[in-house]
Nanobody
Framework: VQLQASGGGLVRAGGSLRLSCAAS????????MGWFRQAPGKEREFVAA????????YYADSVKGRFTISRDNAKNTVYLQMNSLKPEDTAVYYC?????????????????WGQGTLVTVSS
């Protein structure tokens, strides 16, 4: 297993969760990273991305100002801090490693995927 996501759970609307994604060094080095999510009956969608160095980030409009992506290259780990959660944030969240060092939102740019972690936000 090259990517391992964790930190999902049940939270009330307005609450916070922090997702983590531990990667193997081979998967993580020189790779941009991203978080995607998939709600029941919907397609997988982009949430946030970060460049290899961490200097560039990009967010979906739906989470901008509420979610923060970060990474610790020494620990081969990427994080997604989720604040002010809404019921519509309920989904399985996946971390992924891009084939490129720069930020990308294109799902086909991501070659490695974690197993997903479920986030449920109750109203």
């Amino acid at each position: 297993v090259q990517l391992q996501a964790s930190g999902g759970g049940l939270v009330r609307a307005g609450g916070s969760l922090r997702l983590s994604c531990a990667a193997s060094r081979r998967t993580f080095s020189n790779n941009g990273m991203g978080w995607f999510r998939q709600a029941p009956g919907k397609e997988r969608e982009f949430v946030a991305a970060i460049s290899w160095s961490g200097s560039s980030t990009y967010y979906a409009d739906s989470v901008k100002g509420r979610f923060t992506i970060s990474r610790d290259n020494a620990k081969n780990t990427v994080y997604l801090q989720m604040n002010s959660l809404k019921p519509e944030d309920t989904a399985v969240y996946y971390c992924a490693a891009s084939r490129y060092a720069a930020v990308t939102t294109v799902i086909t740019s991501y070659g490695y995927w974690g197993q997903g972690t479920l986030v449920t936000v109750s109203s």
